[in-house]
């Protein structure tokens, strides 16, 4: 049996004090295993990305247990939560967050250089990942002179540049048209399949449901309903992929 990438077990998180309070996770736990697509669903406030950040080590909970790859995490310090966020995990967001003034190759190579990998090696390193999702001819291209499609993919090269054991993603087709975000959740799909990463995304468009193994919902702090997502959509390789 496959153990899992991320292990998290009746996780609380509460936001504010006395009336003002809120309760954004209620005894949630979860586990996600390597080589699975899986997503997570829920309306605004529903405290799925306060779960997208704990899982991704930018916060910690108030009580429970949270493993990745074997690793607690509940009690870690801001220094140990970013080593961690180093050595597993990938982000990719909403709204891209790349750097205008750098081009779609330095910021792909902004993310080995965190990691105290420089020079050629990672110059290279970069520009063929950017070719495999079909953009090599913009890797000298600055953020501005992309569209949003190739936007999110310099965005996801960013997040697999570093070869992380989990890929977190939160509504990464919210800002693309219908064909844009289909070809994005054939990429990350790709990504589980392929590489054998763990790869969570959080949406609140159903749209994406027949590209994941699992589906999971969450509501006021609380999973619902868990199952499976039926059969996936064949993920793309990205050489088939056109943006």
Known sequence: MTS?????KDITKTFGRGHVQVRALKAVSLSIEPGKFTILMGPSGSGKTTLL???????TPNSGTVRICGIPIEKAGPEQLAEMR???????????HLFPTLTAAENVQL????????????RAKSRELLARLGLANRVKA???ELSGGEQQRVAIARALVAGP???????????LDGGNGRAIMNILA????????????VTHDSRVLPFAN?????????LREEGPAGSPVRPQIASELMI
């Open 4 to 8: 899992p990438i991320i292990e998290a």
């Open 53 to 59: 950040s704990i899982l991704g080590c930018m916060l």
């Open 86 to 96: 180093r050595r597993f995990i990938g982000f990719v967001f909403q709204s891209y």
């Open 111 to 122: 993310a080995l250089d965190v990691r105290g990998e420089c020079g050629r090696k990672a």
């Open 142 to 144: 600055f953020p501005r």
């Open 165 to 175: 054991a989990v890929i977190l993603a939160d509504e990464p087709t919210s800002a």
């Open 190 to 201: 790709g990504i589980a399949s392929e590489q054998g990463s763990a790869v969570l995304v």
């Open 214 to 222: 699992r589906v999971i919902h969450i509501e006021d702090g609380l």
